[in-house]
C-alpha cells in the first residue's frame, strides 16, 4: 500500500500519462525522491536521442503525404525510380546526338554529370524518396536540353522572348527557377537527416541553402565567364545583373515551394484534427 508502484497504480488516468516510466531495476519499497524521477526522465530521453539516428535510417526519407513518397527497402523493389532512370537516361541520349554546339555541350553537362555522380554515389546509405527524385530527373531533363540547345539559342527561350518582348533568351532563368522549384523539396526532406529543426525553421532553411547555392554558382559562373569564355553572346556575362536575376529567380521558385509543401504537409494535420474532434 505504500509502495511508489501502487502510488503510480492509484494515480487516475488522466495524470498517470504525465508520471515517467520507471525502470524495475529501480523500482524500490520506498516512496520515490525528485531526483529519482529525474534521473528515469534523463535516461530514457538519452536513449530516444541514440536511437534517431536508427530511426531516420530505418525511414530513409519517407513522409506520409501520399504513396509515392513510400520507399521500398530494395532498389529493385523500387519501380518508379527504374522508370525515371529509363527516361532519363533516353533525354540524355537523345541530347547527345546533333547540339546545337558541341563544347557548349560538354560544358552544360558538367553539373549534370556531377550531380549524378553524387545521387549514386550516396544511394547506399543517403537513398531519397521517389518524389525527391522525380524532381530531381525534372530538372536534370531541363538542364539537358538547355546543353543541347545551348541557353542562348534555346527554342522555349526563344518563345518566351516573344512572349515578354525581349531580345535575350530567357531559358537560364527559367532553370535558375526550376532550382528553387524542384530542389527545394529534396533539401527540405533530407533536412532533418543533419539538423532538427521545426517550423517554420523547417521551410526557412531549405530556402536559404538554395539561395547560398545559387551566389556560389554565379561567381564561379561570373569567373569562367570573363576568364575562359569567349563567346560575347554568353549567359553569364550579357547582362550587368545578370547573377542578380538569376538569383532572384531561384528565390522566386523556392518561395513558391515552400508555400506549397508547408499546404501540402498541413493537409494531413486538418484530417487528423477533424478525425479526432479537436
Not at 187 to 200: G, K, T
Request: overall charge positive; aromatic content about 12%.
Amino acid at each position: 500500500q505504500g509502495t511508489a508502484c501502487n502510488r503510480f497504480t492509484l494515480i487516475g488516468s488522466s495524470q498517470a500519462r504525465q508520471v515517467p516510466y520507471v525502470p524495475s531495476s529501480m523500482r524500490r519499497s520506498a516512496p520515490f525522491t525528485r531526483r529519482d524521477i529525474w534521473v528515469s526522465r534523463l535516461s530514457s530521453d538519452t536513449a530516444r536521442s541514440r536511437s534517431v539516428l536508427h530511426q531516420f535510417r530505418e525511414l530513409l526519407g519517407s513522409v506520409s503525404i501520399g504513396s509515392v513518397l513510400t520507399l521500398p527497402k530494395t532498389f529493385l523493389a523500387r519501380h518508379r525510380l527504374h522508370i525515371l532512370i529509363v527516361l532519363f537516361v533516353a533525354a540524355s541520349v537523345a541530347g547527345a546526338f546533333a547540339p546545337v554546339n558541341r563544347s557548349e555541350w560538354w560544358e552544360g553537362n558538367i553539373p549534370i554529370v556531377a550531380l549524378l555522380v553524387v545521387l549514386v554515389g550516396s544511394y547506399r546509405w543517403w537513398p531519397l524518396s521517389d518524389l525527391s527524385y522525380l524532381l530531381l530527373a525534372i530538372f536534370l531533363v531541363l538542364a539537358t536540353i538547355g546543353s543541347h540547345y545551348t541557353y542562348e539559342k534555346n527554342p522555349a527561350g526563344v518563345w518566351m522572348s516573344m512572349l515578354f518582348h525581349d531580345s535575350r533568351n530567357h531559358y537560364d532563368r527559367l532553370v535558375h527557377f526550376s532550382v528553387g522549384l524542384l530542389i527545394y523539396y529534396p533539401v527540405y526532406e533530407n533536412l532533418p537527416r543533419i539538423a532538427r529543426c521545426r517550423a517554420p525553421w523547417s521551410y526557412f532553411l531549405p530556402l536559404a541553402i538554395l539561395l547560398s547555392a545559387s551566389a556560389l554558382w554565379e561567381i564561379a559562373e561570373v569567373f569562367y565567364g570573363i576568364g575562359m569564355h569567349a563567346n560575347p553572346g554568353y549567359t553569364g556575362t550579357d547582362d550587368a545583373f545578370d547573377s542578380q536575376h538569376d538569383i532572384a529567380s531561384t528565390l522566386v521558385g523556392a518561395i513558391g515551394a515552400m508555400f506549397l509543401t508547408a499546404v501540402i504537409h498541413r493537409i494531413p494535420q486538418r484530417r487528423t484534427k477533424r478525425s479526432t474532434g479537436h
